[in-house]
């Protein structure tokens, strides 16, 4: 198994990670630009109170930032009140990006990002599952290390869950044993959706990612190993959404499966 994913991992290198090399690296800091997207979808429980912390960390750590907001047609007035943070934060500073409906969770970054102006971009939750507090230790561990990535992880250090079932914890940990095993993974947290990208390094990313859905993670992360990107992780605490109700469901994991195995014998 070993040789097969060294190949395709010398593979990769040689076409995205040249692509993002192309643009001149930006360094993590407060010299830098971040775009945050956030994919919503009947959001409206969330979407201020995420917002007013991104806000408020974003400004108190003395960064240049900007929130995008990628909303598939919510029919929960999700874009009404983001239409009322704009008048009380601005429009340069937070962005409404609507689609016409539910076209999934890559297609929503890719969307996001076409819009976004930063320098680096994270991608997180907007259900307050990702809670913002974590972002200057994102950014404090890309300026230390040079990472091209930095990833949230459940599964190492102090990172964790709260409000699951043992039930739940436990098909989200095999998950990713069994995926970290057939791929070859070497980060802890191969389903997170809780990351940093340099600008350049997602955009030859999302380039190449073809999985759906919560598959997306796990591809995304496995090729930009295999492209000999770095990546580093930031241990966090994962909250069960508090409103709302949750998108991943019994079909989610059936795609999950069927991703992982389309990579197995294709990466």
């Given at each position: 198994?070993?040789?097969?994913?060294?190949?395709?991992?010398?593979?990769?290198?040689?076409?995205?990670?040249?692509?993002?090399?192309?643009?001149?690296?930006?360094?993590?800091?407060?010299?830098?630009?971040?775009?945050?997207?956030?994919?919503?979808?009947?959001?409206?429980q969330n979407?201020?109170?995420?917002?007013?912390?991104?806000?408020?960390?974003?400004?108190?750590?003395?960064?240049?930032?900007?929130?995008?907001?990628?909303?598939?047609?919510?029919?929960?007035?999700?874009?009404?009140?983001?239409?009322?943070?704009?008048?009380?934060?601005?429009?340069?500073?937070?962005?409404?990006?609507?689609?016409a409906?539910?076209?999934?969770?890559?297609?929503?970054?890719r969307?996001?990002?076409?819009?976004?102006?930063?320098?680096?971009v994270?991608?997180?939750?907007?259900?307050?599952?990702?809670?913002?507090?974590?972002?200057?230790?994102?950014?404090?561990?890309?300026?230390?290390?040079?990472?091209?990535?930095?990833?949230g992880?459940?599964?190492?250090?102090?990172?964790?869950?709260?409000?699951?079932?043992?039930?739940?914890?436990?098909?989200?940990?095999?998950?990713?044993?069994?995926?970290?095993?057939?791929?070859?993974?070497?980060?802890?947290?191969?389903?997170?959706?809780?990351?940093?990208?340099?600008?350049?390094?997602?955009e030859?990313?999302?380039?190449?990612?073809?999985?759906?859905?919560?598959?997306?993670?796990?591809?995304?992360?496995?090729?930009?190993?295999?492209?000999?990107?770095?990546?580093?992780?930031?241990?966090?605490?994962?909250?069960?959404?508090?409103?709302?109700?949750?998108?991943?469901?019994?079909?989610?994991?059936?795609?999950?499966?069927?991703?992982?195995?389309?990579?197995?014998?294709?990466?």
């Amino acid at each position: 198994m070993a040789p097969k994913r060294a190949a395709a991992g010398g593979k990769a290198a040689a076409g995205g990670k040249a692509a993002a090399a192309a643009a001149t690296p930006a360094k993590a800091g407060k010299a830098g630009k971040y775009s945050i997207i956030l994919p919503t979808y009947n959001e409206a429980q969330n979407i201020a109170l995420i917002v007013q912390m991104l806000v408020g960390v974003l400004s108190g750590a003395g960064v240049d930032y900007e929130i995008l907001i990628v909303d598939d047609a919510s029919p929960d007035g999700t874009q009404g009140i983001v239409k009322q943070l704009q008048k009380l934060h601005g429009s340069d500073r937070i962005l409404l990006k609507p689609r016409a409906g539910k076209l999934g969770l890559g297609t929503a970054y890719r969307h996001g990002l076409q819009y976004a102006s930063g320098d680096w971009v994270f991608l997180m939750d907007a259900d307050l599952s990702h809670h913002p507090k974590y972002l200057p230790a994102f950014i404090e561990k890309a300026a230390a290390t040079g990472a091209d990535i930095v990833s949230g992880t459940r599964y190492a250090g102090a990172g964790g869950v709260a409000g699951w079932s043992f039930g739940r914890r436990l098909t989200s940990r095999g998950a990713n044993i069994l995926a970290s095993t057939l791929l070859g993974a070497s980060v802890s947290d191969l389903t997170g959706s809780f990351r940093l990208y340099r600008r350049p390094v997602l955009e030859a990313l999302l380039g190449e990612v073809t999985s759906k859905g919560y598959a997306f993670q796990m591809e995304i992360i496995v090729r930009a190993q295999y492209a000999g990107y770095s990546i580093s992780e930031v241990p966090i605490v994962f909250v069960d959404r508090l409103y709302g109700s949750s998108k991943l469901g019994a079909n989610e994991f059936a795609i999950f499966l069927k991703g992982l195995a389309r990579l197995f014998f294709t990466l």
